[in-house]
């Protein structure tokens, strides 16, 4: 299925990036592992092992499931989360990137599947504090149907 938009940029990650409504204050985290993205409620955290260097992130915001996962990548995480106003993508779970400034729920506020790929994150995560590959990753963000 195609996508109803997608953004790119690149840019320090700082360590993690967030898939999150707009903040009313100080975000609740969830806590957890680096192995996996980490998800409460209404947030997904997913560290990034490259905290130095610039990661390379696509979004892919759907009306409805786009399907399996793309092929080619390392690691592939699934996990859902809830939207009051609609979800952004926070580098380091802070900042904005000018590629990826608009809302990823496609469907407004409402219950999202969010497919998160990876490339480079394991070697780097074995290699660290060096990163010597190149971060990548594709984020997939659509309305469960609940």
């Known amino acids: ?38 998800v409460n409620e209404r947030i997904v955290f997913m560290c990034t092992s490259a905290e130095d260097n610039a990661v390379a992130v696509t979004v892919a915001s759907y009306a409805h499931l786009p399907g399996p996962s793309e092929a080619g990548w390392s690691e592939v995480f699934d996990v859902t989360v809830t939207s009051r106003t609609g979800l952004y993508f926070w580098a380091g779970g802070s900042e ?37 590959a190149n971060e990548e990753y594709l984020v997939q963000v659509w309305p469960t149907g609940r």
């Open 1 to 38: 299925m195609e996508a109803e938009y997608i953004q790119r940029d690149s840019g320090p990650s700082y360590g993690s990036f967030a898939i999150m409504d707009e903040p009313e204050g100080m975000p609740d985290f969830p806590g957890g592992s680096c192995a996996e993205p980490m």
């Open 96 to 132: 904005r990137w000018p590629g990826i400034e608009r809302q990823l729920s496609a469907s407004g506020p409402g219950h999202y599947h969010v497919r998160i790929h990876a490339n480079g994150r394991a070697e780097n995560e074995a290699a660290w504090p060096a990163a010597p």
